[in-house]
């Protein structure tokens, strides 16, 4: 198995199984959605026990802590994306985005194949107005794994509200229906509403947003 597989593996395992992650830029407020894990793969037991310690702290919004904690694991681990990462989402949620951003290309340049990574790189980008980069890390998120969902779904948010781009919103909305986990109802009630929205801005038939469930 390649590092970057690996660390893509470490990254869902350890953090997006763990770790509830924020959606940026849905309507009236973030929406927060909790990502599979993949199957388990052999770690370092002392990284496991680490990275677990520093999810408990991030978690808790013991972000001092977490960041103490994530900055450690970077010193022992320097080959994983993921406390990269999480400092990037760490960083961004107390203000501090140009730290975030920094960590998070970090993150890619780690592991160019980690969607979570670019996905996060993205989320910032965007708070930060910088749409055409957040476009980027999107497409790059997507390209690193197709059946992301939240890549889809962030990609859709960018082009319906801050792109103008509404055939391309609806086509990512779309995508994202169709790749969602079939537990994740609050998703699925809000993206389906756009998605009928949107279709008849374009003058699609609205019923078809349910079309195949």
């Given at each position: 198995?390649?590092?970057h597989s690996?660390d893509k593996s470490f ?10 992650l924020t ?8 929406k927060v959605v909790q990502e599979?894990g993949?199957?388990?793969v052999?770690?370092?037991s ?10 408990g ?5 013991d972000?001092?802590r977490?960041i ?13 994306s993921?406390p990269?990462?999480?400092l990037g989402?760490?960083h ?13 290309q ?5 592991c160019?194949?980690c969607?979570v ?18 476009e980027?890390?999107y ?7 197709p ?5 889809y779904?962030n990609l859709?948010?960018?082009?319906d509200l801050y792109?103008?781009r509404?055939?391309d919103?609806l ?6 229906k ?7 109802i609050?998703?699925k009630?809000v993206v389906?509403k ?6 008849r801005r374009?003058g ?7 079309a195949?469930?």
């Amino acid at each position: 198995m390649s590092r970057h597989s690996t660390d893509k593996s470490f990254l869902r395992l350890l953090f997006a199984a763990l770790l509830t992650l924020t959606l940026a830029g849905c309507g009236g407020g973030a929406k927060v959605v909790q990502e599979e894990g993949e199957a388990p793969v052999e770690y370092p037991s002392d990284a496991t026990t680490r990275y677990a310690r520093a999810l408990g702290f991030m978690d808790a919004r013991d972000d001092a802590r977490a960041i103490v904690e994530f900055e450690k694991l970077v010193e022992s681990y320097p080959e994983y994306s993921g406390p990269h990462v999480n400092l990037g989402i760490i960083h961004n949620r107390n203000g501090r985005p140009d730290v975030a951003m920094l960590e998070l290309q970090r993150a890619v340049e780690i592991c160019s194949g980690c969607a979570v990574a670019y996905n996060q790189l993205g989320i910032v980008q965007r708070q930060e107005g910088l749409f055409a980069e957040a476009e980027r890390s999107y497409l790059a998120a997507i390209a690193a794994d197709p059946d992301y969902a939240l890549a889809y779904l962030n990609l859709g948010v960018l082009y319906d509200l801050y792109r103008g781009r509404t055939a391309d919103a609806l086509r990512y909305y779309e995508e994202f229906k169709a790749r969602r986990r079939p537990e994740a109802i609050d998703q699925k009630d809000v993206v389906d509403k756009w998605i009928i929205d949107l279709k008849r801005r374009v003058g699609a038939p609205p019923q078809s947003a349910e079309a195949g469930e």
